[in-house]
């Protein structure tokens, strides 16, 4: 199994940026394909972007192109989510995720999940 902690969230005035960070323990960290998710108050959890084990792949969800980067250190077992020009809408627990995978990234079919971290943007 991987453990999978989440730091960083806080609160932010809508156009301001902040850094989330996801740190991994147990099995080796470059097993894992990578996501984070958010859940908004009254919503479900959505997908919000992916990066495949060796960082060459990334996706992300049409709302954050543009603004948010994933990236991941596989030497510090760290994955990260920089997010700019942040609104409103993107106030939300974020939450980091694992799942074995073939080299590519995924939407779905997460095995393991972090405990989330709390991001809210002020109008």
């Known amino acids: 199994q991987v453990q999978l902690v989440e730091s960083g969230g806080g609160l932010v005035q809508a156009g301001g940026s902040l850094r989330l960070s996801c740190v991994a323990s147990?099995?080796?960290?470059?097993?894992?394909?990578m996501g984070w998710f958010r859940q908004a108050p009254g919503k479900e959890r959505e997908f919000v972007t992916a990066?495949?084990?060796?960082?060459?792949?990334?996706y992300y969800t049409d709302s954050v192109k543009g603004r948010f980067t994933i990236s991941r250190d596989n030497a510090k077992n760290t994955m990260y989510l920089q997010m700019n020009s942040l609104k409103p809408e993107d106030t939300a627990v974020y939450y980091c995720?694992?799942?074995?995978?073939?080299?590519?990234?995924?939407?779905?079919?997460?095995?393991?999940w972090g405990q989330g971290t709390q991001v809210t943007v002020s109008s």
């Open positions: 995720a694992a799942r074995v995978g073939a080299g590519g990234v995924y939407t779905f079919g997460y095995q393991y």
């Open positions: 147990g099995r080796p960290f470059r097993n894992y394909a």
């Open positions: 990066i495949s084990w060796d960082g060459a792949i990334t």
